[in-house]
């Protein structure tokens, strides 16, 4: 078995869902009380936020590139990236290690391929839905990706940040995001991305009408499968 170096704390909620679905996934192709094979470093986030919203993405950059290297130092066979909005530095990442990054967004478009979906909303930080890193990879498979408006931008992002990261899912907010999904749907959205690896600790497949695709879920999946089949 390889070992899995996740970068957590981008937020450290999210980072226990991946721990919880690592092992998991793990234990069901193992069986027994067989578990993976996982180092964790886990950054404050309070630091990386303050950054991003500063707009200091070549700062983010490096100090993901040295958290990514001590990974490796310690043993890590690939670094994951625990986080949809961190992989705008996602190159500067692979260029700094020699292991490699699985791109959370590249497993997701595979994912969209196999359901054969071709147009999907994109939920996540106005980072994630605004930029273009995460829809590039997206188009690279054929799939358009159409985002949220102005407005709803602004209640996702506001939620991520001040809700969501601190640990805080309230039926309002809940609400309030299936109503922005409902209209995606009606605007001809085949699937949802939710991605913001803290959005599916608040949306569930359950929950809506068309597929979701939860990031964290599958970059899991992507990674469990590097580790045991190599």
């Not at 937020?11 to 919880?20: A, C, F, H, N, Q």
């Not at 930029?131 to 590039?136: I, S």
């Amino acid at each position: 078995m390889k070992t899995i170096g996740l970068i957590g704390g981008l937020t450290w909620l999210s980072t226990l869902d991946y721990y919880r679905l690592l092992n998991e996934m793990v234990n069901q192709r193992l069986g027994g009380v067989e578990a993976g094979q996982i180092i964790v470093y886990s950054v404050n986030f309070g630091e990386i936020k303050v950054l991003t919203e500063a707009g200091q993405w070549d700062e983010i950059a490096r100090q993901i590139s040295g958290v990514a290297k001590k990974l490796e130092q310690a043993g890590a066979d690939c670094i994951l990236i625990g986080a949809n909005t961190m992989h705008k530095i996602a190159d500067e990442v692979q260029a700094a290690v020699t292991i490699p990054v699985i791109h959370i967004a590249e497993e997701v478009a595979a994912s969209i391929q196999e359901k054969g979906l071709s147009r999907v909303a994109l939920l996540g930080t106005k980072y994630t839905m605004q930029l273009d890193f995460y829809k590039n990879k997206l188009a690279a498979k054929g799939i358009s990706t159409i985002i949220p408006n102005e407005a709803e931008i602004e209640i996702i992002n506001t939620a991520i940040y001040t809700e969501m990261g601190k640990g805080i899912f309230t039926p309002v907010t809940k609400a309030k995001f299936l109503g922005i999904i409902q209209r995606l749907i009606s605007e001809g959205a085949e699937g949802i991305i939710l991605g913001c690896t803290e959005i599916p600790i608040l949306i569930k497949q359950e929950d809506c009408t068309v597929p979701v695709f939860d990031t964290t879920r599958i970059h899991s999946q992507a990674a469990v499968r590097f580790a045991l089949n190599g």
